[in-house]
């Protein structure tokens, strides 16, 4: 099983290709530049860090206030003599009943013996929840999506799992060095950068959109966490002036998100005078020890986000999917962000620090929306796509639809046979992107698990007309234009790969990223000879990692269709 390149990022002759949880970057040529692997050792679960940086106390039983054994709940008189029933004398009585005669079990005891069984499996089996039933994929998150600024000076990334933003700096010769990383409170989807380069903004799962500054130093996190680490004895006093007498200082207060994370109890309801077996004692203590636990790991992720600027600058009811930040022709001084989201939402919201003043939307999507692209070459108009038959496209200042381009429909006709074409009846949407040939405005669209690259004109009479559709050797899962080249990289999945052996013993191995050169004769684009083979050293990255969890992480898009309508 080889891992793919599943995200590519071009900057100038430089390729940058995401590669599960590593950063490879390559020259024109796909010669390997340098490699950024994930720190894997540096990165826990909050609940982790809680237990390795405040450990919770262990009592045992042995110690508890009543060593002697728990007091008798029930006396019975034999011969005028009152005898206290304990759990040993239950024990040996249950021993000389079995002495006598053979043990039976009534219907209902029988059917409270699996009811326990079966709710004891399923505890086992959904225990830890997913992240224990999926730790391979926990260890390395993969690279969800990289983003460059406008001078190429820094490469943004995000993590899945992890939720964590990383920020590197670029030499301008394919290597990277890291400056910083840090974990959102909710997972993100999808990232933009401001015109000046200044401010990332995060669009996460939950529908919020954080703004948070491009360049960070732990050193210049701010002064919350600090206050919560501070107690009254540790506030310095300043010394005395002339003019005004010595005050302590006062403590900055810690924020929402800390202060209740610390007024949470962690004293039950039940204490050792009102449990009156050993067993329930038991309970109690281990009940002590998991409040204290989720204590600290709520504790632990509220400090940790409070150690960075981030600012919430507007909010959806649904998971957002795609976020970009446009400037219109018509109006040079102002910016907008548009935002869309699982629920077929497209929104118009004003730049910072107006984002919370909606413009309007752009509304007529039938399912979600999974992206959004406004080419560079006609900054007035939005083309968007997701789970519906169609590109759609877009006056996005207006909100006016201008039209639609057909995608399933073309999918149809490209596949080989009637009997495959049969078999889809829905597209999802992964990527959409701009390349500029001349004066012509070329919109390049893929969709999950279909091998085929769409090509649109965007025409002056502002229509989508479909020029060419490419046939590939497997699922495409990104594209990307080498300008420097002239040549469009579109990454594909080896395991999908429609090579026969005789093609990838000449190729050198099986296709992980095709190189598309224009024919200007003919007016089309062909696959050339290059791009990358995938390697072993690929594939012994993705060796902790199955099939399935392969397939769970490169294809997700078709997971945000809320119903199947075919079957209703």
Known sequence: MALP???????????????????????????????????????????????SETPAPVVEAEESPAPEGPPAKKRKVEDGEVVAVTEESKDESKEDTAEGQPETKTESQTQEVNRRSRRQKQKQKTEGGWAKNNKAVLEKPFVQGMYLTT??????????????????????????????????????????LTPDDKTILSADKFGDVFSLP???????????????????????????????????????????????AQSLSVKPQANELTVHT??????????????????????????????FEHTLQLGHVS????????????????TYIITADRDEHIRVSRGIPQAHVIEGFLLGHDEFVSRVCIPE???????SGGGDDDLFMWDWVSGKLLGKAPVLAEVKKALPSA?????????????????????????????????????????????????????LLGNPLDVEYLKAESKLLVSIDPNTSSETQEEEASNGGVSSILALSFDDSESSWKVTIGGLKATEAAEEESSSLSPQDLQKLLYTTESLRKTNKDDE
């Open 5 to 51: 390149c599943h995200v590519l990022k071009v900057c100038d002759g430089i390729v940058f290709a995401a590669r599960g949880s590593n950063i490879h970057s390559f020259d024109s040529n796909f010669n390997p530049i340098s490699v950024w692997k994930y720190p894997v050792k540096q990165q826990k679960t909050n609940g982790e860090k809680a237990e």
């Open 151 to 192: 001078d190429d000076r820094h490469l943004v990334a995000i993590t899945g799992s992890d939720k964590t933003i990383w920020v590197f700096e670029h030499d301008g010769a394919g290597n990277l060095k890291q400056l910083s990383q840090r974990a959102m409170p909710k997972r993100p989807c999808a990232l933009a």
């Open 419 to 471: 009997e495959d074409a049969e078999k889809v009846n829905k597209v999802a949407v992964t990527r959409i992107f701009d390349v500029q040939q001349g004066e012509k405005t070329q919109i390049l669209m893929i969709c999950e698990r279909i091998p085929l690259l769409l090509i649109y004109t965007l025409t002056s009479a502002n229509t989508l007309q479909h020029t060419q559709t490419l046939s």
């Open 319 to 334: 998971m957002l999917t795609s976020v970009a930040v446009a400037v219109h022709p018509s109006r040079p001084g102002r």
């Open 278 to 307: 050993l067993r329930n004692l038991k309970a109690l203590e281990n009940q002590k020890r998991c409040l204290e636990r989720q204590k600290a790991a709520k504790l632990a992720a509220a400090l940790q986000a409070s150690q």
């Open 377 to 383: 070459a006609r900054r007035d108009v939005l083309i």
């Open 214 to 260: 491009l360049l960070f130093t732990p050193s210049e996190s701010t002064a919350a966490d600090a206050a919560t680490t501070t107690t009254a004895s540790e506030v310095a006093t300043p010394e005395p002036t002339p003019s005004a007498p010595a005050t302590p200082a006062i403590p900055t207060p810690p924020t929402t998100d800390v202060a209740k």
